[in-house]
């Protein structure tokens, strides 16, 4: 499924410094019966942001108006566990189109960059300061800027992120690698023909 | 130039390197279920393309199957609907399926070895993060997102950067009383839930190398557990003698010929690691975890440590150890416990049911205790009662369900509930894994049986004696 392109992305932020989020706790389990990917969104922290009689828990972050955007600010190591790309549709289908974190699990990240959520690893520093900036003013618009790969705060600080060209190239141009691995079919053909197994 | 097994395998399998971007891996075994695949079908559908090698993917149901009554029709509708979609999806690409019912059905990481899809230098992928475990096997195995199981349909390939590699070393002989899983929980203890991203690794060593295929299979599955991508063993004799005669492995000629390339499969003496890692044998005690990761577990006689004692932030300690109602120094022996499980694809397996049985037999199920014993396929169920384990279980008050994922992640009924403790062989302890509002003290089926017959947390070396 291809995705809207990728720029620069400036906006409001929301914090969530707690390390280890893993994607269980992203999406349980139990709102994995789909045959089609949408309402994600809804179950998004499902049991960290609703009671058992669904009404909001009013201290979890997504349940406070005083934070928004489209950039969601995770703690160390986030997406770890399983590798339910439904995490990622969830983070989606909220409305992130970007989460920052100090370090991310494997599959997540990967799963983030082929649907078009861009993973932006910073240092552990440079995320204190953008969880100070949010904490100090919720109103603090962060820019993502991909054709540069910085993270920019309002004070000027700023902060490069790795991508390798490739997934760069699709994420500016909204390509998914299906897009790719079918244009070389033929290549692909010859060299099954010759593998053992 | 030297090469690890890792590169070997996946070397061989590079269709194309990306300029400043990934490798175009071939992948020799796809494994599909229920709840990672319909979207991936509907994309391919939505494309207009179809399973470019539909022989070699295989579907099976596993994860939001019911445990009892498995002759019915699924009550869940929502479930019932996800397995309809797989049995019409598998049915109109042509890709074998082994649904609820059949006879070769269980969890998919505990069929593929049974039936010999898991084979030394593959590659095999599947819509789950325990794929890890068919490392066991010398193959490159590994869990992948619903794009690219697309992918794996539409075009045999995923695309993928190669990982950096670490070796593990567990040198010397294992305690008394000390299993697989205790050795995979020890590993995850010391590296935290993050110490092996974006890694692949590599287990070599007296330990791993004395190990049965199922305990290597037990050990692998929870390489994810670490934050790897999966984690290898090289095949040896035990693996060739655990394959041969199975379903989908070469016969004759074609396993002769396999057996020359399977045989080179072992990292050269010279070739190097990005990191590598060695921990002694006889550190390890049986293990059991505290809070809401897999890296947080300690061997069962020790006490829950400090914030100050643990790697991470004092507020998600204290968050974790909060969910659990557990204190920083309290002991692990004596807690009272609900609920014990034993199955999943880490330890729901034939000698996982013989370690259980072997403690329970002659004592009686605790009254305060429900138990689930899940048998990881139709294969194990078997097994057991042909080997009378099921008449030393009856006898001691356990009964048996039928195969499946179960409340390894509870999208079925087998939900423990709100504020109870399972003590539970499967991989995940996260907050409302296995129900919400659950938790988890993850532990070999040893610690488990030993919980079942006690109510409590319990040293199985003392009902060993």
Redesign the interface.
Known sequence: ?AYDKFEILKSTAVPL????V?T??II???F??????KGFGDNLFR?WRYN?DDSPKEDFVLNNPKYSGKILVG???FG???????A?WAVYDYGFRCVISS?????FK??CL??GVLPVQVSAGFADKIFAAIEADPNTEIEVNLPEQKVILPSGESESFDI????KGNMLNGF???D???S??E??KA??AK??? | MSKTLFDKVWDS?V??H?????D?L?I??HMVHE??S??AF??IK??G?GV??PNKTFATAD??TPTINQHLPVQ?P??A??LA?LEKNAKEHGISHWGLGHEKNGIVHVVGPEYGIT?P??TIVC???HTSTHGAFGAIAF??????V??VL????????K?KKMRINVKGDLNFGVTPKDVALYIISRLT??GA??YFVEYAGEVFENMTMEGRMTVCNLS?EM?A?GGMIAPDEKTFEYIKGREHTPKGADWD??ME?WKTLKTDPDATFDKEITFEASDIEPMITYGT?P?MGLGISKSIPTASEVQ??A??YA?SLNYMNFNEGDNMIGKPIDFVFIGSCTNGRIEDFRAFTNIVKGRKKADNVTAWLVPGSHKVEAAIKEEGLLDILTEAGFELREPGCSAC???NDDKVP?GKYAVSTSN?N????QG??SRTLLASPLVAAAAAVTGKVTDPRELMK
Do not use: W
């Open positions: 499924m410094p707690i390390e280890n893993d269980d706790q349980p389990a139990r994995l019966k789909a045959t089609e990917r049991d058992n703690g160390k190591n770890s566990g399983s590798s339910r790309e439904h990622a370090f991310f699990a494997d599959i990967g799963n082929n649907i390798n060209g490739y997934k998914d690698d299906i790719y691995l079918t070389m079919k290549e692909i060299f099954e593998s053992p197994l | 399998h269709v194309r990306v300029e400043d971007g990934p175009v071939l020799d075994r709840v990672t319909p979207v509907l994309g939505n494309r393309i470019m090698y994860h939001n869940d929502l479930s609907n996800q979609a084979q230098g593959a819509g789950d993060s869990g992948i997102g619903t794009s690219e697309e992918m539409a075009t045999q390939c995923i695309m993928q950067p990982p839930t993050s991203t974006g994810i934050g991508r010929k396999a390339y990761n890296g991470g932030g507020s998600t968050k992640l509870a999208m709100a995940r996260f907050e409302g894994r919400p509002g």
